[in-house]
């Protein structure tokens, strides 16, 4: 078997073509833009890049044949967020084969030990955590927007190399349609009752405005997590605006306080159910054929990208009013095309947020999995704690 550096534009479209035939008679599996991947590791795009590093290969067989592909990477943002200085894999992908997958996995532990890394997280993004983070071990259905997709053998490859369970990762599931349990209701009332409360869906006539809300909700019940860091207004202004074209008003909903910014649940259209029809290529045929799948209604889910209460304000029920609110407008809604709702993903790390999915009727329909490789394998391994 030869490992190969990718240090070409030939060989970072091999890397993509690894996945697409390692995936091809998979009726799950749905290829990702094959931009999206490229800019992950094009400085251009990936601003990461200027403090940070990055490697990816393409492994090949004695005959040339691709059977495999990783990168490794230094996220100087995060890398001391844990006890050790932790780097990156991801991308990994790679046949039911463990010698291969231990020729690519031990690339990047040396690689990232030349440069003083103590342990590698995988397989993640070099990025944000919405984004190609995490392995699928459990409910191995069609997979959303930017989550990864594998086979189930995958686990047993990482677990065998050495790596451990670090966290779990679930995403959510239930029908738009199915009512409330009266409980939760009844929580919402109290809520929806205080004057001090409003709770209204984004207007993008606004855009600037609810950026902003979004932001500061954001800092202050996430920032505190390991391995986050506060959002700037230029990082916010830029989900805002890459999601502005696929955003609809009525499933982005906020929660306010005295005209203060509380809360909010963001949802779009689940993209992967359009971007299955034009395989990995947003050329200008592709963008005709989501049009027209867009246009026909192909969409009927939902993905619930995050969701979240301001510390102060949780544990009131302020969570179940925004819901309440929004199902006023959305269940039974004959203009609003969607069936289903996919939450993304939620850490078993965060009991409270899980609990609080649950309580409007939410069961875990995929698990995905961040797994921590120590170098030092004498050292204690030790679970992402729990956010109390």
Request: include cysteine; hydrophobic fraction near 40%.
């Amino acid at each position: 078997m030869q490992l190969v550096e990718v240090t070409t534009p030939e060989l970072a479209e091999a890397f993509l073509k690894v996945q697409i035939q390692l995936y091809k008679n998979d009726p799950n599996y749905i290829r990702p833009l094959d931009k999206d991947i490229h800019s992950v590791f094009d400085p251009a795009k990936n601003k990461l890049l200027r403090d940070g590093e990055a490697i990816r290969w393409v492994l090949k067989d004695a005959q040339g044949k691709l059977i495999g592909r990783v990168a490794a990477f230094i996220n100087k943002k995060t890398v001391n967020a844990s006890e050790q200085p932790t780097g990156g894999m991801g991308f990994f992908d790679c046949i039911n084969d463990q010698q291969a997958a231990n020729i690519l996995l031990d690339a990047c532990k040396n690689w990232l030990q030349e440069r003083g890394m103590e342990a590698m997280d995988g397989p993640i993004n070099f990025g944000d955590r919405d984004k190609w983070w995490g392995l699928l071990i459990d409910g191995f259905h069609k997979p959303n927007y930017g989550m990864h997709y594998n086979y189930p053998y995958y686990q047993g490859l990482l677990e065998n190399y050495g790596f451990g369970l670090y966290f779990k990762q679930y995403t959510y599931y239930r029908k738009v349609n199915d009512p409330l349990p009266q409980k939760y209701n009844d929580k919402a009332e109290r809520i929806l009752a205080d004057k001090a409360y409003r709770f209204r869906h984004m207007d993008k006539k606004d855009l600037a405005k609810y950026t902003e809300d979004f932001r500061e909700v954001y800092n202050k019940g996430w920032a505190k997590h390991e391995g986050v860091k506060p959002m700037s207004e230029a990082q916010a202004a830029s989900i805002m605006k890459t999601l502005k074209p696929v955003i609809d008003e009525r499933i982005m909903w906020f929660a306010y306080y005295n005209n203060e910014a509380v809360g909010f649940f963001i949802a779009i259209p689940e993209l992967n159910r359009l971007f299955r029809y034009v395989n990995g290529n947003m050329n200008l045929w592709g963008k005709l054929k989501f049009a027209f799948h867009r246009w026909r209604g192909a969409c009927k889910t939902m993905y619930g990208i995050v969701f979240g209460i301001t510390p102060e304000h949780q544990s009131k029920g302020v969570e179940a009013a925004m819901i309440v609110e929004a199902g006023k407008l959305i269940q039974g809604n004959p203009s609003i095309p969607y069936e289903d709702l996919q939450m993304n993903w939620i850490g078993d790390f965060n009991p409270k947020m899980m609990h609080l999915v649950e309580q409007i009727g939410g069961r875990i329909y995929k698990t995905h999995a961040t797994f921590r490789y120590l170098f030092d394998r004498t050292k204690e391994f030790k679970r992402m704690p729990l956010i109390k």
